[in-house]
């Protein structure tokens, strides 16, 4: 053919392509096709098999428990994993792989005996057979932790279990070291026999047991590991012990989990998958949610988008399906204590008082948070939020009286009106964040007349680089903005691990030695009675003799649950227990259209 | 010709690399690091040191950068020949430690964010869903382009003209950010034609992009092409329009219709023809920047390309994946822009590179 004709010849055949699309795209105006996922799995019809359709919000960086960091990862895995304990709705520990467990009389040595009757589970996604491997061991458990300390294994994680005896002197060794396997052998966790587990602590910490629930000291399945040390978490190679397995995993698209016949409570699980595809968008999700493509706004991926809130507060259905329960978080603004004027603790309790935080909550946020006056939330253990003693001045019913207030501390703190102040209050980007800085900017502009607040803003990264403890003060604000969730639901996870004048999050630069006895006295101390009066100690010094930082809201889950979700169990730490729901099916299948 | 594309190829090398170094450099000299922090949380010392060590973040950066292109074994190799070189002791220490096979042996590095995948996977996963996306919107772009941008010329300053305008500006006006959610809104939600997002193919592809074009996949691929490929019909319409309007004033056109050449004949073969010169010249790096960057169209659609990689990787300060992804664009721009120049030649024989 002549040539020049060719590109014509290239146009008649998209063309036709094009034809032959839009008619093969026509019988789908009559056909909703709603109910069929993006990417089947391999498994028996989906309509015969009952189903939770979900959202995943992003990708998991990894399903492997001691590398994970994040909700998407920890949600995943704590449906497929178990662990020595766990966490109920009342965010408190109870039993799990361990039946008992107790410490010596100094507080130092805790001994967990396990059951013997959960097993490892692996599932091949091509035959659908689940493979038993064995039982869950102390050995097991053992290797966990160990690997977790390992720094080849280079867990982000691993120095929350720095209380283990030697855990620190092992992961931060040279793994050249000559003395690195003596260092590995050192660590205080051994296996007495297969269902017994000892932990040799550096200090008697009697919120041990929390930290036996987090996921980086899961038992970890030794041999699958070795095999294929970095895909051993990939579907087809990964083995697990929880009540679900991982069936497919199509990265940045879809994932699957479906139930573990093998685990020790299946006949009482009555939803045999989770699937769902990962959409990065909450509003996108939003719409999935109301075409009854997904059955709930939850984790593992969004909650209903802020600027649906008012439609679905409005809206007669949606409203009966949003569900608003407690979240073991914290926001909060700090000061950065060394900062003048913010180093007098007058001009801090000050601006802290100037908040409407009830205001804030009810035209901002919209999701019922609770306003804060303590920095640990109802539901960790210690906290001091119905204890109005402490802070209460922050979260009057009478805002008047609480705004008057505020100018007089600033008064007598030197600055009448503010004269004289000219601060920087600094936000990660984020609409949210800027909505809630320009409410409370136009709230202190409000009360101090005369003080200059600046708003900026930096990217998230770059922002956690300004405010680390030892970054330089003239590059830092005076007030940034942060929040903190539980890892483990105990004040050791809040006052301790944060506003230690030790710690790397004290990004208030808070010093205050009283304060670090306290909560160093506290996490020693085994008699819960005392350890809560040291911690109400602690929140005492922290917010109202010094009020180093000035806490915003205890945040809320705000969700969408479809009807047809008949029993939803809600747990504030753990991520929610999936093995526990229950789902009419017959509502679902009629609701779309089946 | 084949000297042309031969020195070309030779030239965009130096290029490639140090636009490579360019962007590699660029992302490590950004505060905070991959591994300063877990969340919000500031990670201890050792703990960084160690996932430092595991990526050769405490090497120099042209070490880096070395093992990045050549692989950890042949900057080791160098290193014990040369030892005293700066920066080989701390190459020494761990570069055993490393898993680097080097750029230059087709490896683009290890994911520091998503762990135990490599940058290869990742890209090999979401690039050919991009490139369906991409080629299905520039396609509908052209099928819609052209001929709204032909008539409207051939037909200036009549209703035609107008309306295709009008069009064509409501298509550039309206973003993808507006234009995706309205699809959805309406066909999705509110008439139930199409499902509300995902995508409807997944591997293995045919040659490796192209998908089973299923019923399944259509009703996934409607709306997003429509939403993708409607603002480049319009870039593309204005475009045909302005040059056609040009061409056909060109004195040869003049001659062409005194020869006595049917009308139909001077259009499509005497005009259009050159007047889509200008057309090729953006098709090249608009195709690119299409199946690399809709990334808004793959964020609401939920579709798993390649575009969310540009975004995330450079939030998550993950160098091998930002780095990887450039280069994979970059290659593809060299090849698109050498693929225009050649269609340049044949479409204009007075263009000739050698």
């Keep these: 053919m002549y040539p020049r004709y060719r590109i014509w010849l290239w146009f008649s055949l998209l063309a036709l392509v094009t034809l032959v699309a839009g008619a093969c795209v026509a019988p789908q105006t009559t056909a909703p096709p709603a109910e069929a996922p993006a990417q089947e799995a391999p498994a028996a019809p989906a309509d015969e098999e009952i189903v939770l359709d979900t959202v995943f919000g992003t990708e998991p960086p990894t399903l492997d428990p001691a590398l994970a960091t994040d909700s998407q990862s920890i949600w995943s895995i704590r449906q497929m994993f178990v662990g020595l304990t766990g966490f109920d709705e009342q965010a408190q520990v109870v039993p799990s792989l361990a039946t008992e467990w107790s410490a010596s009389e100094d507080g130092l040595v805790w001994t967990y005996t396990m059951r013997d009757d959960v097993h490892w589970v692996r599932l091949n996604p091509d035959t659908g057979e689940f493979e038993d491997l064995g039982p869950v061991t102390a050995h097991d458990v053992e290797y966990g932790v160990k690997r977790t300390l390992d720094p080849n294994t280079a867990s982000d994680y691993a120095y929350v279990l720095y209380i283990i005896q030697g855990a620190e002197e092992f992961n931060t060794a040279d793994p050249n070291a000559e003395n690195f396997e003596e260092l590995r052998d050192a660590v205080g966790v051994r296996a007495i026999d297969d269902t017994t587990v000892e932990f040799t602590l550096t200090a008697p910490a009697g919120y041990f047991p929390s930290i036996t629930g987090l996921w980086v000291t899961f038992p970890q399945p030794q041999e699958a590991i070795e095999a294929n040390p970095d895909g051993w978490a990939d579907a087809g190679s990964i083995v697990t012990n929880g009540p679900y397995t991982l069936a497919q995993w199509d990265h940045g698209a879809y994932i699957r989990l479906v139930k573990n016949p093998l685990w020790v409570d299946a006949d009482n699980v009555q939803i045999e998958a989770i699937q769902g595809p990962i959409i990065e968008s909450a509003s996108t999700a939003m719409a999935m949610y109301e075409a009854n493509e997904i059955d709930m706004m939850a984790d593992p991926g969004w909650p209903p988008p802020l600027p649906d809130m008012d439609r679905i507060k409005a809206d007669p259905e949606l409203s009966q399906q949003l569900f608003i329960a407690p979240r073991l978080c914290t926001y909060y603004y700090g000061f950065v204590n060394t900062k003048p004027p913010f180093d007098n603790p007058l001009v801090r309790k000050a601006f802290a008082a100037a908040i409407d935080r009830k205001s804030l909550i009810n035209n901002l946020t919209k999701g019922e948070e609770r306003p804060a006056h303590s920095f640990a939330p109802p539901g960790v253990f210690g906290n001091v939020a119905d204890d109005m003693s402490i802070g209460g001045w922050m979260v009057q019913d009478d805002y008047a009286a609480q705004l008057a207030q505020a100018q007089e501390w600033l008064a007598e703190a030197g600055y009448p009106e503010g004269a004289g102040i000219n601060v920087t209050l600094m936000h990660n980007t984020s609409e949210a964040h800027a909505q809630i800085a320009q409410a409370i900017q136009a709230m202190w502009a409000e009360a101090f007349p005369q003080a200059t607040v600046t708003i900026e803003n930096q990217e998230w990264q770059v922002y956690l680089k300004t405010l680390v403890p030892d970054a330089p003060d003239e590059e830092k604000p005076e007030i940034y903005r942060l929040g903190w969730c539980a890892d483990y639901p105990d004040q050791n996870n809040w006052v301790n691990e944060v506003f230690n004048s030790k710690s790397g999050q004290n990004y208030a630069k808070y010093n205050n030695p009283e304060f670090d006895a306290v909560v160093e006295q506290a996490a020693r101390e085994s008699d819960p009675a005392v350890r809560q009066e040291l911690y109400k100690e602690a929140e005492r010094l922290l917010i109202d003799q010094d009020t180093a930082i000035s806490p915003i809201y205890y945040y809320t889950y705000v969700r969408l649950y479809k009807p047809w979700l008949t029993k939803v169990v809600i747990s504030p730490v753990t991520g929610d227990p999936v093995a526990e729901w229950e789902i009419d099916w017959e509502a679902k299948k009629a609701a779309r259209g089946q | ?354």
Excluded at chain 2, 163 to 172: D, E, N, P, Y
């Design chain 2, 1 to 354: 010709m084949y000297r042309y594309i031969i020195r070309r190829i030779i030239w965009s090398i130096p290029v490639l690399l140090l636009l490579t170094f360019t962007v590699f450099a660029l992302m490590r000299i950004i505060p905070g690091g991959p591994f300063d922090f877990a969340g919000d949380k500031a990670l201890p010392r050792a703990v960084t040191e160690n996932l430092e060590r595991r990526h050769h973040l405490d090497w120099p950066l042209l070490w880096q950068f070395t093992s990045y292109l050549l692989g950890d074994d042949v900057a080791g190799f160098i290193c014990e020949g040369m030892p005293v070189i700066p920066g080989c002791d701390a190459v020494l220490q761990s570069y055993q430690l490393g898993v680097s096979r080097g750029l230059i042996r087709g490896d683009l590095g290890i994911s520091m964010r998503q762990r135990g995948r490599s940058i290869n996977e990742i890209v090999g996963e979401s690039f050919p869903i991009s490139l369906q996306l991409g080629i299905l919107s520039m396609g509908l772009a052209l099928i819609i382009g052209i001929p709204l941008g032909t008539l409207a010329a051939l037909r200036q300053n009549t209703w035609l003209d107008y309306t295709s305008s009008f069009f064509a500006i409501i298509g550039l006006s309206i973003p993808n950010l507006v234009l995706g959610p309205l699809l959805i809104w309406i066909f999705a939600l509110k008439l139930n034609w199409f499902p509300v997002s995902t995508w409807g193919a997944k591997p293995p592809f045919l040659l490796g992009f192209i998908p089973i074009p299923d019923l399944k996949f259509w009703a996934h691929a409607t709306l997003p092409t429509i939403a993708l490929g409607t603002a480049l019909s319009a870039s593309i319409a204005r475009l045909t329009r302005a040059s056609l309007l040009q061409v056909i004033r060109e004195d040869y056109i003049r001659t062409a219709r005194a020869k006595g050449l049917a009308e139909n004949v001077v259009v499509v073969r005497h005009a259009l023809k050159n007047s889509l010169i200008p057309v090729v010249t953006i098709l090249g790096p608009l195709t690119i920047a299409v199946v690399t960057g809709s990334f808004v169209t793959e964020f609401i659609f939920g579709i798993p390309g390649m575009g969310k990689h540009f975004i995330t990787s450079i939030g998550n300060r993950d160098y091998p994946l930002i780095t990887g992804v450039t280069v994979v664009y970059a290659t593809l721009l060299v090849v698109a822009n050498l693929v225009v120049d050649i269609l340049y030649a044949w479409l204009d024989p007075r263009i000739r590179y050698d």
